[in-house]
């Protein structure tokens, strides 16, 4: 069997192992919050801390092929993800990076292996990921400071 690289990615091929989660995040728009699923790709050091039970936004995670998820230049979604569940951003060059996290640890791909779904995770929404969240920096958020903090006494 030939392993196909990708052109992208020429020292990764389809069979190469990734980790997938189906993650809970948030969009804002006009003040109203709404839920959405999305799946991305999980590196090897954060699937180990995961399933050692940190909280997570993750409620399955699927151990997969990158044949199954990108195919040339798109992204596949998995067949467990259901119809309602987005990308994340950049998710074929995040898969790749991802990928590579496990050629450097092989190890960890014992922990979900290829065709299985782990969902015993310490799921919670507690700090909620919001994707489209932009940061206003107004002048309160200045650290203020003594008026004599730039004289010499």
Not at 14 to 32: N, P, R, S
Not at 100 to 106: A, D, F, K, V
């Amino acid at each position: 069997m030939t392993l196909t690289a990708y052109s992208q990615a020429a020292d990764l091929t389809t069979e190469d192992y990734v980790v997938i989660g189906l993650a809970t995040c948030y969009t804002k728009e006009d003040g109203e919050v709404s839920e959405v699923t999305i799946a991305e790709p999980v590196p090897s050091a954060y699937l180990e801390a995961v399933l050692k039970g940190i909280p997570t936004s993750y409620r399955s995670l699927h151990g997969t092929t990158l044949g199954e998820v990108v195919a040339g230049d798109r992204p596949q979604m998995i067949a467990e993800a259901g119809a309602a569940v987005q990308f994340c951003s950049d998710f074929k060059d995040r898969a790749f990076a991802a990928a590579r996290t496990y050629q450097s640890r092989p190890s960890a791909q014992a922990l979900v292996p290829v065709g299985t779904q782990y969902t015993d995770l310490n799921y919670s929404t507690e700090k909620k990921r919001v994707l489209n969240a932009k940061t206003i920096v107004s002048p309160e958020d200045n650290v203020k400071q003594h008026e004599y903090t730039h004289k010499v006494l």
